[in-house]
């Protein structure tokens, strides 16, 4: 089994800025990438940034610029800074590791972390 727990969410004025981190542990074999989604109220979820083992990242456009993904290999952990933040950035947060698990790839969730971004 593979747990996430994330940390960092909270209330935040617009313009202002918040770190998200999410640290797994438990039997990982090799993980292969490492992402940041949100969810609105009423909305799907939608993906934030992505980072590869290899450390190639992704931003959707809405984030870019304002937000950076990167990853500890060694702790097994992902983070993702949130500067410039927008009322319309408000949402549960939720990171995703991609973990091979023997010959088998797999999602795992963290269990979400509320970002409120106030105007």
């Known amino acids: 089994q593979v747990q996430l727990v994330e940390s960092g969410g909270g209330l935040v004025q617009t313009g202002g800025s918040l770190r998200l981190s999410c640290a797994a542990s438990?039997?990982?074999?090799?993980?292969?990438?490492m992402g940041w989604y949100r969810q609105a109220p009423g909305k799907q979820r939608e993906l934030v940034a992505t980072?590869?083992?290899?450390?190639?990242?992704y931003d959707a456009y809405s984030v870019k610029g304002r937000f950076t993904i990167s990853r500890d290999n060694a702790k097994n952990t992902v983070y993702l800074q949130m500067n410039s933040l927008k009322p319309e950035d408000t949402a549960v947060y939720y990171c995703?590791?991609?973990?091979?698990?023997?010959?088998?790839?797999?999602?795992?969730w963290g269990q979400g972390t509320q970002v409120t971004v106030s105007s």
């Open positions: 995703n590791f991609k973990v091979w698990i023997g010959a088998t790839l797999r999602d795992y």
């Open positions: 438990g039997s990982i074999f090799s993980i292969n990438a």
């Open positions: 980072i590869t083992r290899g450390g190639s990242t």
